[in-house]
Nanobody, 121 residues
Framework: QVQLVESGGGLVQPGGSLRLSCGASGRIFSIYDMGWYRQAPGKQRELVATITKGGSTNYADSVKGRFTISRDNAKNTVYLQMNSLKPEDTAVYYC???????????????WGQGTQVTVSS
């Protein structure tokens, strides 16, 4: 069994910062890509940022220059540092990790439970 647990969401004023974390636990052989997605009310889930096992990153245009994704492979954890937050960043944020549980298993996607980020004055 693999479980992803997120933390770090909350209420912040425009221009403020938050840091999200997402750690994986359980039977894990290897973790490949990690990422963050978000879903605002009435909208589809969208990609925010991804990071490969080697550290290559990719960002949505709307967050470039403001958000930074990073990972700690020893801790099976991915982070999202969010600066200069805007009201339009308000959403539920979900982490995703591509995990291979054993050497013979296929890689599959695992998702966190979601954490609410609200940007409002």
């Amino acid at each position: 069994q693999v479980q992803l647990v997120e933390s770090g969401g909350g209420l912040v004023q425009p221009g403020g910062s938050l840091r999200l974390s997402c750690g994986a636990s359980g039977r894990i052989f290897s973790i490949y890509d990690m990422g963050w997605y978000r879903q605002a009310p009435g909208k589809q889930r969208e990609l925010v940022a991804t990071i490969t096992k080697g550290g290559s990153t990719n960002y949505a245009d709307s967050v470039k220059g403001r958000f930074t994704i990073s990972r700690d492979n020893a801790k099976n954890t991915v982070y999202l540092q969010m600066n200069s937050l805007k009201p339009e960043d308000t959403a539920v944020y979900y982490c995703n990790q591509e995990i291979k549980r054993t050497v013979v298993d296929s890689t599959r996607d695992y998702w966190g439970q979601g954490t609410q980020v609200t940007v409002s004055s």
